[in-house]
């Protein structure tokens, strides 16, 4: 990256540091910075924010008003999307590049201007344009109104732990080489805690995060999956974890010594430090119950009592623990199930009970011809949505929506697949997908049910999928294909959890509410930063209401030109 820089200004009003009291407009800067960094014993020079692999803590309280002032000096394109934030009417500052926003070019600057509502737990920053997000990504922690209190007993103090991935080699080199060529990428050579890989075998350099507590305390840990590729198993040797909140929404609490935690998604969980003395393992280990054959390291760390009777060394001993194997889908699915919104009189589940819209959508790979690439056989392989491989634009879809420039979409994005077949079958032949540039269009305020169905092209897979400006109810999820006479009856349209992220099962299918009350354009697509690439992706678009409180606001002035 030649020594170059982005400088990151981040402006943000009424951003509250758990220690400050008074509510009041406070500046931050932020820099985007390249930085020689070491990992498994080998340097290179990474895009980080402040000169940190993850980037800071943005912290707020719901209500506060948020300004974000990013300033483009590297030569890459530059875009930030505030993932889970809802962006009620301002997508213009949600950031997926050609989406809601053209990517701020080098030299250039642009101000994300938002306000929290009616939100409140942990969420995550990250970039989105290309695979930048690999080491441009950090946590959003967003603190209840003063005087508000946790539904859970209040901690004695919190903790951020950002799951992420580590490449030797630079992660835009990795995707265009296999764009290139047709196949999929390379995946990452380790996984991190907190930017650390922990301990590595052949390396003389160690790089371990410590997580220090105190014996008889109560912590709430934030655990973000900022990761590109891989869905994650989290397990502390020695200690249980209460989940209490997932994508910044209350659960009811349940006790686990495993979470499984996606790309994307964030999940609080309440430890209690029953321990007197000692260093215990942590493990972020990957979950991949597809046919596929993933060779990367476990992230570990150290959970590290301080101010016992005993005196701790570097060499004192390590209580450890037994990572899940790959393929554990039963301790996945137990963690998934349990998963209950909280559905109190303060905090109830909205869930949609008549539908406008029912969709299904099918998730998956496909191949289409590219006579350029060597490696695919003449082949390259694709995503799809409905079939549809999602093209990107060259002119943002909300801008060209917003001033109504023709040619740059269409909304005639598929409601159901265009052949009806056995989804999960493992299927070779007339596999080639249909490229275009397609949204879903409702009107205002319209309920919308989507059933995503994973397909066994080529291979089933995993997906997790993230719905930009909405959060929805998982009303429901189930192994094969989906039944629609028989499957709806076993539908939780009581306490169904809400998120912004859902995994869609290897070989299975996943059911969801959301009422479409957030005029503009947005992005629905697979996590998996590889999927995305090759076109595991689609928007809706949302018409505006009536009057001004439901339609979207005017754009910025500097709003960025493609």
Same mark, same amino acid.
């Given at each position: 990256m030649n020594n170059s820089?982005?400088?990151?200004?981040?402006?943000?009003?009424?951003?509250?540091?758990?220690?400050?009291?008074?509510?009041?407009?406070?500046?931050?800067?932020?820099?985007?910075?390249?930085?020689?960094?070491?990992?498994?014993?080998?340097?290179?020079?990474?895009? &980080?924010?402040?000169?940190?692999?993850?980037?800071?803590?943005?912290?707020?309280?719901?209500?506060?008003? %948020?300004? %974000?002032?990013?300033?483009?000096?590297?030569?890459?394109n530059v875009s930030i999307h505030w993932h889970g934030v809802r962006q009620l009417r301002t997508g213009w500052a949600d950031g997926p590049a050609y989406i809601t926003q053209c990517p701020i070019?080098?030299?250039?600057?642009? %101000?994300?201007?938002?306000?929290?509502?009616?939100?409140?737990?942990?969420?995550?920053?990250?970039?989105?344009?290309?695979?930048?997000?690999? /080491?441009?990504?950090?946590?959003?922690?967003?603190?209840p109104k003063r005087g508000v209190p946790y539904p859970f007993p209040k901690p004695?103090?919190?903790?951020? *732990?950002? *799951?992420?991935?580590?490449?030797?080699?630079?992660?835009?080199?990795?995707?265009?080489?296999?764009?290139?060529?047709?196949?999929?990428?390379?995946?990452?050579?380790?996984?991190?805690?907190?930017? $650390?890989?922990?301990?590595?075998?052949?390396?003389?350099?160690?790089? %371990?995060? !410590? *997580?220090?507590?105190?014996?008889?305390?109560?912590?709430?840990?934030?655990?973000?999956?900022?990761?590109? !590729?891989?869905? $994650?198993?989290?397990?502390?040797?020695?200690?249980?974890?209460?989940?209490?909140e997932v994508d910044a929404t209350y659960v009811k609490p349940f006790t686990t010594d495993t979470i499984i935690i996606a790309p994307g998604q964030t999940t609080n969980v309440l430890l209690n430090t029953h321990q007197k003395s000692g260093k215990y393992l942590i493990a972020a280990s990957t979950f991949m119950d597809a046919p596929v054959t993933i060779d990367n390291q476990t992230a570990t760390a150290t959970l590290h009592y301080t101010g016992g009777t005993t005196t701790l060394s570097d060499d004192s001993p390590m209580v450890l623990t037994t990572t899940p194997p790959k393929n554990a &889908?039963?301790?996945?699915?137990?963690?998934?199930?349990?998963?209950?919104?909280? !559905?109190?009189?303060?905090?109830?589940?909205?869930?949609?009970?008549?539908?406008?819209?029912?969709?299904?959508? &099918?998730?998956? $790979?496909?191949?289409?011809?590219?006579?350029?690439?060597?490696?695919?056989?003449?082949?390259?392989?694709?995503?799809?949505?409905?079939?549809?491989?999602?093209?990107?634009? !060259? &002119?943002?879809?909300?801008?060209?929506?917003?001033?109504?420039?023709k040619g740059v979409f269409t909304t005639d994005f598929p409601a159901n697949p265009p052949h009806v077949y056995n989804y999960t079958a493992n299927i070779t032949k007339n596999i080639q997908t249909q490229n275009g540039t397609k949204l879903y269009r409702v009107p205002y305020n319209s309920t919308i049910q989507v059933v995503l169905q994973d397909t066994g092209v080529i291979a089933p897979e995993s997906h997790p999928i993230h719905l930009h400006g909405f959060n929805f109810f998982v009303v429901g999820r189930g192994v094969g294909n989906y039944d629609p006479k028989e499957d709806p009856k076993?539908?939780? $349209?009581?306490?169904?959890?809400?998120?912004?992220?859902?995994?869609?099962?290897?070989?299975?299918?996943?059911?969801?509410?959301?009422?479409?009350?957030?005029?503009?354009?947005?992005?629905?697509?697979?996590?998996?930063?590889?999927?995305? /690439?090759?076109? *595991?992706?689609?928007?809706?678009?949302?018409?505006?209401?009536k009057g001004p409180k439901q339609s979207l606001v005017p754009p910025p002035k500097d709003l960025p030109k493609c």
């Amino acid at each position: 990256m030649n020594n170059s820089v982005v400088a990151l200004l981040l402006l943000l009003s009424c951003i509250i540091l758990p220690a400050v009291v008074d509510c009041r407009v406070r500046n931050y800067k932020f820099h985007v910075v390249s930085k020689n960094v070491t990992r498994l014993c080998s340097s290179k020079p990474i895009v &980080t924010v402040n000169g940190k692999f993850p980037g800071p803590t943005l912290y707020a309280r719901e209500g506060d008003h %948020v300004l %974000v002032k990013v300033v483009n000096l590297v030569n890459y394109n530059v875009s930030i999307h505030w993932h889970g934030v809802r962006q009620l009417r301002t997508g213009w500052a949600d950031g997926p590049a050609y989406i809601t926003q053209c990517p701020i070019l080098p030299g250039q600057s642009y %101000v994300y201007n938002f306000t929290i509502i009616g939100q409140r737990g942990t969420l995550l920053w990250h970039g989105h344009i290309n695979w930048l997000r690999a /080491t441009v990504h950090g946590a959003i922690v967003i603190l209840p109104k003063r005087g508000v209190p946790y539904p859970f007993p209040k901690p004695d103090d919190e903790k951020v *732990l950002v *799951l992420g991935e580590w490449w030797k080699s630079d992660t835009e080199a990795v995707i265009n080489e296999a764009m290139k060529s047709g196949v999929a990428p390379n995946v990452s050579d380790a996984h991190t805690i907190n930017g $650390l890989p922990g301990t590595v075998a052949n390396c003389s350099t160690q790089e %371990v995060f !410590n *997580l220090g507590v105190e014996s008889g305390k109560t912590y709430l840990l934030r655990i973000i999956n900022a990761a590109l !590729n891989e869905e $994650l198993f989290f397990k502390i040797a020695g200690h249980n974890v209460t989940v209490v909140e997932v994508d910044a929404t209350y659960v009811k609490p349940f006790t686990t010594d495993t979470i499984i935690i996606a790309p994307g998604q964030t999940t609080n969980v309440l430890l209690n430090t029953h321990q007197k003395s000692g260093k215990y393992l942590i493990a972020a280990s990957t979950f991949m119950d597809a046919p596929v054959t993933i060779d990367n390291q476990t992230a570990t760390a150290t959970l590290h009592y301080t101010g016992g009777t005993t005196t701790l060394s570097d060499d004192s001993p390590m209580v450890l623990t037994t990572t899940p194997p790959k393929n554990a &889908t039963q301790i996945a699915d137990q963690f998934i199930n349990s998963l209950k919104s909280l !559905n109190s009189p303060k905090y109830p589940a909205k869930v949609p009970l008549e539908i406008d819209h029912s969709l299904f959508f &099918t998730v998956g $790979l496909g191949v289409n011809p590219c006579p350029t690439c060597k490696a695919g056989n003449g082949s390259r392989v694709v995503a799809a949505v409905n079939n549809v491989t999602f093209v990107m634009p !060259n &002119t943002a879809l909300l801008q060209a929506h917003y001033y109504n420039i023709k040619g740059v979409f269409t909304t005639d994005f598929p409601a159901n697949p265009p052949h009806v077949y056995n989804y999960t079958a493992n299927i070779t032949k007339n596999i080639q997908t249909q490229n275009g540039t397609k949204l879903y269009r409702v009107p205002y305020n319209s309920t919308i049910q989507v059933v995503l169905q994973d397909t066994g092209v080529i291979a089933p897979e995993s997906h997790p999928i993230h719905l930009h400006g909405f959060n929805f109810f998982v009303v429901g999820r189930g192994v094969g294909n989906y039944d629609p006479k028989e499957d709806p009856k076993k539908f939780n $349209l009581e306490d169904p959890v809400e998120r912004n992220t859902i995994g869609v099962p290897t070989g299975g299918w996943t059911a969801l509410r959301f009422t479409a009350d957030n005029p503009g354009v947005w992005f629905l697509h697979c996590h998996f930063e590889a999927h995305t /690439t090759w076109g *595991l992706k689609m928007a809706f678009l949302v018409d505006n209401g009536k009057g001004p409180k439901q339609s979207l606001v005017p754009p910025p002035k500097d709003l960025p030109k493609c």
